[in-house]
């Protein structure tokens, strides 16, 4: 797969997206591709009449100037083909409008790490991105470095759902491990049923059939693709990242919902707030 070409970095320019700008840079070698910046200064918080004074009494032009100059030196001795835009507007909405404009084949952004808490006042950024976007978005864990330790992909987990759609998962899998020669693995989550009572008064019937059922869903991710198929039980979500955690995953590439009512499945939200690693968000189509 040779179709990464353009990488679009979305940055916020706060401390975190040195070591963002460091990764993505190393994308852009390992795959050969051409580096986009972008930056959008978003609007005041409060009220209308603070941001018609934001836009109109030069705060507007003074905060896209020094972001200007503060990507510029983001990307001092950068030896690699790049360009920028900073615009002015919703981060997500405008990141979804550059990413259309200058044909990204993924973008690339980092979370800030919020608690659970905060999310839920917030609301997550990414989580907003990975719905709005057209294109496959790549989630980078807050770092604690510079960004300048080497990048390794090493392990590769693909969130199966057994759907026709689970092709374009693949796809992006064999092209990042192609170029990190990664091993990659094969994860389908088996939910538990809702009824526990039930479960409990025929346990044994209920673990034949699961062990039954959890062999010919290993024979049909096997059929899938050569890799390590594991059939997990309990919350998808959840399971996931307990598994990304134990194993040493270093990208977990997850579906989202490609239609026009589309949603963010709540496997993938799930991975993106708890981001036990990277998370690659993959537009199914359908």
């Known amino acids: 797969m040779d179709n990464i070409k353009k990488i679009l970095c979305a940055t916020d320019l706060s401390k975190a997206s040195k070591p963002l700008i460091a990764r993505g840079i190393e994308f852009c070698l390992r795959f050969d591709a051409s580096f986009f910046i972008f930056h959008a200064v978003q609007?005041?918080?409060?009220?209308?009449?603070?941001?018609?004074?934001?836009?109109?009494?030069?705060?507007?032009?003074e905060a896209i100037e020094s972001a200007r100059e503060k990507l510029k030196k983001r990307m001092e001795?950068?030896?690699i083909k790049w360009d920028s835009a900073i615009t002015y507007g919703d981060p997500v909405l405008e990141t979804a409008k550059?990413?259309?404009k200058v044909r990204a084949d993924i973008v690339i952004a980092a979370s800030l790490g919020l608690s659970g808490?905060?999310?839920?006042?917030?609301?997550?950024?990414?989580?907003?991105?990975?719905?709005?976007?057209?294109?496959?978005?790549?989630?980078?864990?807050?770092q604690t470095d510079s960004g300048r330790s080497k990048l390794s992909i090493k392990n590769i987990v693909i969130a199966c759902g057994l759907r026709e759609s689970d092709s374009y998962l693949k796809k992006y899998?064999?092209?990042?491990?192609?170029?990190?020669?990664?091993?990659?693995?094969?994860?389908?989550?088996?939910?538990?049923?809702?009824?526990e009572k039930l479960m409990a008064k025929?346990?044994?019937?209920?673990?034949?059939?699961?062990?039954?059922l959890a062999?010919?869903?290993?024979?049909?991710l096997k059929k899938f693709m050569p890799g390590t198929p594991h059939i997990l039980h309990g919350v998808p979500g959840e399971e996931l990242s307990v598994y990304a955690k134990n194993h040493g995953a270093d990208l977990i590439i997850a579906g989202i919902d490609d239609r026009p009512d589309r949603i963010i499945t709540t496997t993938t939200a799930a991975l993106l707030r708890q981001l036990p690693c990277a998370v690659l968000t993959i537009p199914l189509k359908f």
């Open 98 to 100: 550059a990413a259309t």
């Open 117 to 142: 808490f905060q999310q839920f006042l917030m609301g997550s950024v990414v989580g907003r991105m990975a719905q709005t976007l057209l294109q496959p978005l790549l989630v980078i864990p807050p």
């Open 173 to 195: 899998a064999l092209a990042f491990s192609e170029k990190f020669t990664s091993k990659i693995c094969l994860v389908h989550v088996m939910e538990s049923p809702v009824n």
């Open 215 to 220: 062999e010919k869903l290993s024979l049909r």
């Open 43 to 61: 609007p005041p918080r409060g009220s209308v009449a603070r941001q018609i004074e934001f836009e109109r009494g030069g705060e507007k032009k």
């Open 77 to 79: 001795g950068a030896d």
């Open 202 to 212: 025929s346990s044994g019937h209920y673990d034949q059939m699961q062990n039954r």
